[in-house]
Structures are given as C-alpha cells and as structure tokens.
C-alpha cells in the first residue's frame, strides 16, 4: 500500500480545502480577507464588523500560505492595496512607516539600551532619542525598562508599545485614536503580521521594497501584547507599566497584556501589519528560558495583585530597571 507523503498530503488538502475560500475573499472588493483563517479555527466579528477577535488563546500562523506561498502574496498585496506603506536598515524602516501617518500627529521616542550610544544624530530630527546604558554591562536587554522610560517621557494621551521591527500602515494611528475617542483604553488592531524573508527585508532597507518582489515566510494571526500595543497613559499608569523583573527575552509582554485585559479593550483586529527578518535572539525560545519561566510564576498570581505590587514600585527610572542587581 502506498503511502502519501504528509507535506504532499497537507499540499492537497490545501489545494482542496482552502484555496477556493482564499481566492473567493481575495477577489472581492470588501475587506473579507480580513476574516480569513485557518479551517479549525473561529473568529469573532466585532460589534461595528470592522475587525475580528480569534476565539483561542495564543499566536497562530496561517496554514495554507505554507504550502501554497502564492496565497501569502496574494493576501499580502491585497491587505497593503489601499492601505500606505512606507518603506527603508529595520528601525529607520519602521520610523519610516511612522512619519506616514495620516489622520493623527504622531510623537516617537526611541530608547536605546546599550553600554554605549550609537544612534545619536543618527535619527530624524522629530525623534526623540533616550539612551538608558544598563547599570552593568552585563545586564540582559530588558525590553519592560525600555517602554517604561519611554512611556515617563511622553507627551501624549495615547502610548503605542512598537518594537522596532514592525512596519505599519498609514492609517494605523487613526484607527488607534479612532478607538480611543470612543471609550477603549487599550487597543490592538494586528490582525495578520506578515514575516518578510531575509532577502525580502534587503530589499525594504535599501528602499527597493515591492509587495510582489517575494511571497512572506509566514503570516501570523492572534498576535496580542507583543510588537505593539496602544493603550491609554492613564490606563499604563494604572496598571503599573511594565514589570521590570522580566530581565531578558520572552514573557513580558504576555504577562502585561494580562493586566492590560483588566481595562476596555478593543480586541478585533483588522489591521496588517510588515515584520522585518532578524537573527532570533539568543536563548529566546529555550526550554529553560529563564524569563519564560519568571512569566508563568508571576502567572500564578492574579492580575489584581501584580498590578497593587508593581503600582507601588518606582519604574521607568534611568538608573535601571527596579530592583535588578548585577550577578557580577
């Protein structure tokens, strides 16, 4: 008896099962691709239907652009058609797609946590730079104390938590404030991230960058508290910020979008959003990852009680992230 090959299988259930649907909501003239996802999967129309919420827990990555890359550049061009995208290595990228706002004044502050300073004069003129050296020189990045110092400095109402890799449309801060004006005091609009490839991203940084050059790598749905994050100054405040005993990659901004999740929240997701390629970060997805495992303690306690702990801690502060002492 012969047997079928599973990435042959999975290409024939793509072709079978999904590629009548992609192209069906790729070729009309609405926003249906928006609520394209994978088949065991629901999503959840807002109240306005202008975005949707994925009714389980965690990221997902679409499946059928796996084994079909011409649907991922399909769905790509068609989510960037009528929506700006600005283009340039990847922080003056995303800075980029910043100054393309349209609809909203946009303050941007960049802090940059090194031993040394490397991106003064560097930036545009309308950027702000803060540079935060690390109390020791072998101090892990710690990503909480960076959006805490921003987030002290900042003129505006609104905070936009953006990692410097993401590349947005042009209308997404409108959106955001669009959200805000009516009650919402965080707000994520990332319904699909598309992941460029090492080649595709080149070619964005020396201002070639064409949605058609390459297919993504892959296009990921459900992205909650990571890559950015709107929320109200008044609601980080309440909240206690960032919690600044995540030293190192991973779980902060799981274990922030869970206290975020005691305000209104706007959820449903219909914006696109471009991820830039990169080296992961070392250590980042180990099994004995020590910040993934600090998250699930602190996970243990509820979001009350981490966010009465952290109100009560003096964040965002030059000197260095509360409480961290060198192992040095």
């Given at each position: 008896?012969?047997?079928?090959?599973?990435?042959?299988?999975?290409?024939?259930?793509?072709?079978?099962?999904?590629?009548?649907?992609?192209?069906?909501?790729?070729?009309?003239?609405?926003?249906?691709?928006?609520?394209?996802?994978?088949?065991?999967?629901?999503?959840?129309?807002?109240?306005?239907?202008?975005?949707?919420?994925?009714?389980?827990?965690?990221?997902?990555?679409?499946?059928?652009?796996?084994?079909?890359p011409s649907l991922g550049?399909?769905?790509?061009?068609?989510?960037?058609?009528?929506?700006?995208?600005?283009?340039?290595?990847?922080?003056l990228a995303t800075l980029e797609s910043l100054a393309g706002q349209t609809g909203a004044v946009v303050e941007c502050i960049v802090v940059e946590q090194d031993v040394e300073a490397s991106l003064a004069g560097k930036l545009p003129d309308w950027v702000k730079h803060i540079h935060t050296p690390p109390p020791s020189a072998d101090m892990p990045y710690c990503r909480a104390w960076a959006f805490n110092v921003g987030a002290k400095e900042a003129l505006a109402d609104v905070l936009v938590l953006h990692d410097n890799d993401m590349v947005i449309p042009s209308d997404y801060s409108k959106e955001i404030l669009s959200k805000v004006k009516t009650?919402?005091?965080?707000?994520?609009?990332?319904?699909?991230?598309?992941?460029?490839?090492?080649?595709?991203?080149?070619?964005?940084?020396?201002?070639?960058?064409?949605?058609?050059?390459?297919?993504?790598?892959?296009i990921m749905q459900n992205s909650e508290g990571g890559g950015s994050i709107a929320i109200t100054g008044q609601a980080y405040s309440a909240i206690g910020g960032f919690d600044e005993s995540f030293i190192g990659w991973g779980g902060e901004d799981n274990?922030?979008?869970?206290?975020?999740?005691?305000?209104?929240?706007?959820?449903?997701?219909?914006?696109?959003?471009?991820?830039?390629?990169?080296?992961?970060?070392?250590?980042?997805?180990?099994?004995?990852?020590?910040?993934?495992?600090?998250?699930?303690?602190?996970?243990?306690?509820?979001a009350e009680l981490r966010i009465n702990e952290l109100r009560l801690?003096?964040?965002?502060?030059?000197?260095?992230?509360?409480?961290?002492?060198?192992?040095?």
């Open positions: 008896m012969m047997t079928i090959p599973i990435r042959l299988k999975q290409y024939l259930g793509v072709l079978l099962l999904d590629y009548l649907r992609f192209s069906t909501a790729l070729n009309r003239t609405d926003e249906s691709y928006v609520a394209l996802c994978n088949r065991n999967q629901k999503l959840e129309a807002s109240p306005d239907g202008t975005g949707y919420r994925c009714l389980w827990q965690w990221t997902s990555d679409l499946h059928a652009p796996k084994y079909l550049l399909r769905l790509m061009q068609r989510a960037f058609s009528d929506r700006g995208l600005q283009r340039l290595p990847h922080l009650g919402f005091e965080v707000v994520n609009l990332k319904r699909l991230i598309f992941y460029l490839s090492e080649k595709h991203s080149a070619l964005m940084f020396q201002n070639a960058f064409s949605l058609e050059a390459h297919a993504p790598e892959s274990e922030f979008w869970e206290r975020a999740n005691t305000r209104n929240v706007w959820n449903y997701a219909n914006l696109p959003l471009v991820h830039l390629w990169h080296a992961a970060q070392p250590g980042k997805a180990a099994t004995d990852n020590l910040t993934l495992k600090h998250y699930q303690a602190r996970s243990m306690l509820s801690v003096k964040s965002g502060e030059m000197s260095g992230p509360f409480g961290y002492q060198s192992n040095g």
